[in-house]
């Protein structure tokens, strides 16, 4: 038997089918234990006879004409039931996966005989998810957050998949990837998460096609949600777990429609969708889903329950001004790792912080907030711990990877006078350029540092800027690591944190006063001084 079985449905790809290919027939797993399937389904732009062409080069792979379906669905599913590999990944036509990510993931999935294993994102269109910050050889969608990753294009072993009866919808139907994964997630008794190798690089098209198009028909998608809610009922217990997976869905296609910024344009769809929400939450909808969210949310969603579209409105207009404050301290290393202190917390649009008011023993919701707004003037923020983290970031700006160092940040509640307490998120960055990326260390390339925190269920992405006037970071610069690389901290031009990864020799960029430092090219006077004492050290 193979050892992994990669299918691609395949419409009307064109030239991105060459791209896609070129990453999937160079894995380093060996042609011998691998196949890639591509499923034809009716293209009718030359795809056809491209991929006839592959397969008469490549051994290894097969191809499979069949009429159009109208959607990936059928396309995967027949795939599936062709192949002949032990574990099944799914590969869009227009993305490509890292050269090793075959054979990373099938030894981390039979390591742990894992259902169903998760890769690392990257690339234009995926977001940094904290789903893939560690390596995790076991878990399930009870003790990790899974469900925040519910695209279909990760690893599962084929047995799993043809046992439970697992299969994408066939035919149109929006939100296909959901009803797949709600149904894999909730059946699946080991999943493993890879997170120190970008695997799966989801890549956005010059033409834009590989997203969806077209106006939402309301009735379509809600319905298909709620589908993906029952699939969800129908393969768990209530309780806790159950409850986890459906707070997901509430989050973010629920409550998206009654918050900024789209409740608060003038989007002809607006009270039709509030509607339809509204019907399908408290039709499908446990309150103890409701009930678990953190305070600003659960808020949004009491409005929500009760049909005050107005108050959500005003509401969404009060928390969209909310802006994210981070004073960042001086950086400097520390046992070879980069470490600065981290404060963050919200602020009002006059400057005042987002506060939380102490009345009679109860923690009540910032009233700036909550005026004027009938019946939850005084709205009880419940477990300020609940959902509330913050998290610093590198951003590799070539690779389009992001990476979540481990740092020593925490939540906590400082005196803001007259019985007001402020959230703050506050802590110690610590970035160890050995261990940085997912456990490993970071390939050369220049890094953005940021941050994102949030509690009481607004979140915010925060730039770590510098406020001290102090010598350039450049002349903090070290060699790490057996072959040692250079590692630059640096401010950018917006006085932003950034790292410079690679080997001894640099270049100038027009930041002003400082000079950032990048490879290849001459250095400017003006940045000799600072540099020079970082490569005198270096050279030792």
Request: aromatic letters at 8%.
């Amino acid at each position: 038997m193979l050892n992994v079985s990669v299918v691609v449905p395949v419409y009307n790809a064109g030239p991105y089918i060459d791209k896609c290919a070129d990453s999937l027939l160079r894995q380093t797993i060996g042609p011998d234990r691998y196949e890639v399937i591509y499923v034809d389904d009716g293209s009718t732009d030359g795809s056809a006879e491209r991929l006839d062409r592959l397969a008469a080069l490549h051994p290894h792979v097969r191809v499979h004409h069949q009429e159009n379906s109208g959607w990936p669905g059928k396309p995967r599913n027949v795939g599936m039931l062709m192949s002949r590999g032990e574990y099944v990944q799914f590969v869009d036509q227009d993305d490509e996966l890292g050269l090793e990510a075959l054979a990373r993931l099938y030894s981390l999935a039979r390591r742990n005989t894992s259902d169903i294993v998760l890769g690392k994102t990257a690339g234009t269109m995926a977001g940094p998810s904290n789903v893939f910050a560690r390596t995790i050889e076991k878990c399930t969608v009870g003790t990790h957050p899974l469900f925040e990753s519910l695209t279909p294009h990760k690893m599962f072993r084929r047995a799993f998949l043809i046992d439970n009866g697992i299969r994408f919808p066939e035919g149109r139907c929006r939100l296909e990837d959901q009803l797949f994964m709600a149904h894999a997630y909730s059946v699946a008794t080991c999943v493993s998460v890879l997170g120190d190798y970008p695997c799966y690089y989801w890549m956005r098209r010059e033409d834009g096609r590989n997203t969806s198009g077209g106006k939402l028909v309301v009735d379509e998608y809600f319905g298909y949600l709620r589908k993906v809610v029952r699939t969800v009922k129908a393969h768990t217990p209530p309780g806790p777990v159950q409850d986890r997976m459906l707070r997901r869905t509430y989050r973010v296609e629920i409550l998206r429609n009654v918050g900024e910024p789209y409740v608060l344009s003038s989007h002809p769809q607006i009270k039709e969708r509030f509607e339809a929400v509204r019907r399908l939450v408290l039709e499908e909808f446990p309150p103890s889903v409701r009930d678990g969210l953190p305070a600003v949310t659960r808020l949004r969603a009491h409005l929500l329950e009760r049909g005050d579209h107005d108050a959500l409105r005003r509401l969404a207009g009060r928390t969209g001004q909310l802006a994210s404050a981070a004073v960042l301290g001086r950086p400097r290393w520390r046992d070879g790792a980069l470490i600065a202190p981290v404060r963050m917390h919200l602020v009002h649009p006059d400057g005042r912080p987002l506060t939380v008011l102490e009345r009679r023993g109860r923690l009540l919701l910032d009233p700036a907030l909550t005026e004027g707004i009938d019946g939850v003037e005084e709205w009880e923020t419940g477990d300020l711990l609940n959902a509330a983290y913050g998290e610093i970031r590198l951003s590799q700006r070539s690779r389009h990877t992001g990476w979540h160092p481990e740092c020593e940040l925490s939540v906590g509640l400082e005196r803001a006078g007259r019985g007001r307490k402020k959230p703050v998120v506050s802590g110690t960055m610590r970035i160890d350029p050995l261990t940085a990326a997912g456990g490993g260390p970071l390939e050369p390339g220049v890094y953005d540092v940021t941050a994102y925190f949030q509690f009481l269920g607004v979140g915010r992405n925060a730039a770590l800027r510098g406020v001290l006037k102090s010598r350039p970071l450049a002349g903090q610069a070290v060699r790490v690591g057996s072959p040692s690389v250079a590692v630059i901290p640096y401010w950018t031009a917006r006085r932003q944190l950034a790292l410079d990864v690679g080997e001894f020799h640099f270049r100038y960029s027009d930041v002003p006063r400082w000079g950032a430092l990048w490879q290849h090219a001459p250095v400017p006077p003006r940045v000799r001084r600072p540099l020079g004492k970082a490569l005198r050290y270096l050279r030792r």
